[in-house]
């Protein structure tokens, strides 16, 4: 359990995917589908073994919590795979020859996917939210994604925030993704407190990094396993299995 008394906090900031709703296996679930799709033309023109994308590890590693253009780019060049950047536009079209490509496809399955089976907010996370609320602590979400305020409007969350961070501002301002501390900066800024009296909630890698990073005075991975290791290597001060498992103290005046 990590305890946070409020008095020495002026505000939480989260990541969205996989912290504060269950979507971050729907973001891998769609990535998968781009790559697997990819890889497998790939090998038949080259007539090479197809190596799927690692729906877990491959993931978390070179995508999790990154602008879509740039967990592309991550990804094929760990396979090795010199892929133009192309332009915006290509996100449009969708085209495999591209990274701005595959992100505009991946977008698509994703969008798909969340139509299909819904948007689903952690219990835990919908508790903690709602006491930081009572206990007048102010509260912003940092997420790489473009469907952040779809997804806070649909889980009902969205009126807690003062401050919102997502990819359209990363596109707008040409914020640096995750693990450049940017978002989290911007996200302070705007709520007007210092970093030192913040503390970030994240469940991937690079976000962790970004966090400590941005000299947060608190940063707390959220993951278990061989993933809780993980976020203390990059950065983490606290790792909890969910944010249940996180408690408020005191109230701010």
């Known amino acids: 359990m990590v305890v946070i008394n409020v008095e020495q906090f002026d505000a939480l900031i989260l990541d969205m995917d996989g912290v504060i709703t269950e979507t971050a296996s729907v973001h891998a679930r769609a990535w998968k589908r781009v790559f697997d799709e990819f890889l497998a033309r790939r090998a038949a023109q ?95 979400v940092a997420t790489s994604s473009h469907h952040g305020a779809d997804i806070l409007e649909a889980t009902r969350l969205a009126d807690l925030f003062q401050v919102r961070v997502d990819g359209f501002d990363i596109d707008r301002l040409h914020l640096k993704g995750k693990p450049s501390p940017d978002m989290f900066l911007e996200a302070a800024q705007r709520l007007g407190v210092d970093p030192r009296r913040a503390a970030v909630f994240e469940d991937a890698t690079a976000g962790v990094a970004a966090g400590h990073a941005g000299g947060f005075g608190l940063v707390v991975g959220v993951g278990s396993g061989p993933q809780a290791g993980a976020l203390l290597e990059n950065g983490a001060d606290e790792v909890v299995a969910d944010l249940g498992d996180v408690s408020l103290q005191g109230v701010r005046t």
């Not at 491959?58 to 396979?79: C, E, H, M, N, W």
């Not at 969340?114 to 102010?138: N, S, Y």
């Open 46 to 140: 080259t007539h090479a073994a197809m190596a799927p994308f690692d729906v877990d590890a491959d993931y978390r590693r070179y995508v999790d919590g990154k602008p879509r253009i740039t967990g592309a780019q991550s990804f094929l060049a760990a396979r090795k795979i010199d892929l133009p950047a192309g332009t915006p536009a290509d996100a449009d079209t969708g085209t495999d020859t591209t990274a701005n490509g595959l992100a505009g496809r991946k977008d698509r399955y994703f969008t798909e996917l969340l139509a299909r089976e819904g948007v689903h907010a952690f219990p835990g996370a919908v508790a903690l939210l709602h006491d930081a609320h009572r206990r007048g602590v102010r509260l912003a």
